[in-house]
T-cell receptor, first 112, second 116 residues
Framework: NAGVTQTPKFRVLKTGQSMTLLCAQD?????MYWYRQDPGMGLRLIHY???????AKGEVPDGYNVSRLKKQNFLLGLESAAPSQTSVYFC???????????FGNGTRLTVT | AQSVSQHNHHVILSEAASLELGCNYS??????LFWYVQYPGQHLQLLLK??????LVKGIKGFEAEFIKSKFSFNLRKPSVQWSDTAEYFC??????????????FGTGTLLAVQP
């Protein structure tokens, strides 16, 4: 039972490049979330999903897109990376709206 | 605007000292409250949670938190900290205000350093 798995663990992009971060969970959770963590700013919600085929915007959605084509996967895309998107990205999932989150180990992204 | 505030950004304590970290929120309606801990180089882990009932909740590793509805607060406490408690602590709130039951919003975190 792997829990929440994020790939890749590290990535360096140049400004303007695109990439997709993958989050996979094997706990049959309905709800999945993408957060970014920046020093002094805590975790900020980018996008989230309450079920397969549904997505919604969080606190800081601009510059990101997401897809939830399969229940177990939640993809975060950056179409045109900017230095302001340098951050550590965490994926999380949970069974329902009042359940605690299970986090992945994070993806450290640097945009130069 | 809905928000979660952690006023202590950086706390330094000696071992065996008592700890209290503040958390205040500005949501209306029913709230579910969480404290998470992030040890250096690791992802966030759940320390404790409050949904309903006894407002004093106990978590792992000797931590506890008290929900005071009138003060919109959920402060984290530990009577005697250890060096291994050095970590960053995050308060999080899930509110049903305005129908937004699915968002879990985090505070900015408190970095705790325990000196041996």
């Amino acid at each position: 039972n792997a829990g929440v798995t994020q790939t890749p663990k590290f990535r360096v992009l140049k400004t303007g490049q695109s990439m997709t971060l993958l989050c996979a969970q094997d706990m049959n959770h309905e709800y999945m979330y993408w957060y970014r963590q920046d020093p002094g700013m805590g975790l900020r919600l980018i996008h989230y999903s309450v079920g397969e085929g549904t997505t919604a915007k969080g606190e800081v959605p601009d510059g990101y897109n997401v897809s939830r084509l399969k229940k177990q996967n939640f993809l975060l895309g950056l179409e045109s990376a900017a230095p302001s998107q340098t951050s550590v990205y965490f994926c999380a999932s949970r069974t329902g709206p009042n359940s605690p989150l299970h986090f992945g180990n994070g993806t450290r992204l640097t945009v130069t | 605007a809905q928000s979660v505030s952690q006023h202590n950004h950086h706390v330094i304590l000696s071992e065996a000292a008592s700890l209290e970290l503040g958390c205040n929120y500005s949501y209306g309606g029913t709230v579910n409250l969480f404290w998470y801990v992030q040890y250096p180089g690791q992802h966030l882990q759940l320390l404790l949670k409050y949904f309903s009932g006894d407002p004093l909740v106990k978590g792992i590793k000797g931590f506890e938190a008290e929900f005071i509805k009138s003060k919109f607060s959920f402060n984290l406490r530990k009577p005697s900290v250890q060096w291994s408690d050095t970590a960053e602590y995050f308060c999080a709130v899930n509110s049903n205000y305005g129908g937004a039951t699915n968002k879990l919003i985090f505070g900015t975190g408190t970095l705790l350093a325990v000196q041996p």
